[in-house]
């Protein structure tokens, strides 16, 4: 069955490898890109999305809130925080926004991780 990931992270490279990484085990599913916060809401005000990976460190909006943001749009998606910030503040705020911690670098690993969150 073919999902729709939103992979939400300011750096162009790392968009392009998590795409990559999930195309490559899932060439069904359609992945699309936003390179900030106000990117990703207005994707996901358009789109339902099943997953959503998001970096913690952007400009403007970090991850966390943006997925407060998210949840009071509405969004169902999964979410999955990927960050090298491994600090049990970030971890726990993550935990209290149903919010799946994922650490990084961006590797196979960690974003399977993040797909298992919708049977990837």
């Known amino acids: 069955m073919s999902k729709r ?3 939400v ?9 998590i795409r990559a990484i999930v195309l490559d085990k899932h060439p069904d599913w ?3 890109e936003a390179a900030n916060g106000d990117e990703a809401l207005e994707k996901a005000k358009a789109a339902a999305y099943d997953l959503m990976t998001l970096d ?6 970090d991850g ?11 969004s169902q998606a999964a979410l999955a925080l990927l ?8 971890r726990e705020k993550a935990a209290s ?5 994922v650490k990084k670098p961006v590797t196979p690993i960690s974003v399977a991780e993040a797909m ?5």
């Open 5 to 7: 990931v939103l992979v």
């Open 9 to 17: 992270d300011d750096s162009r490279v790392s968009r392009m490898i």
């Open 97 to 101: 926004l149903a919010v799946r911690f």
């Open 56 to 61: 913690y460190n952007m400009p403007g909006m």
């Open 64 to 74: 966390l809130e943006l997925a407060g943001r998210l949840r009071e749009q509405g």
């Open 83 to 90: 960050t090298a910030n491994i600090q049990d503040a970030i």
């Open 30 to 32: 359609s992945v699309d």
């Open 116 to 120: 298992a969150l919708i049977g990837g």
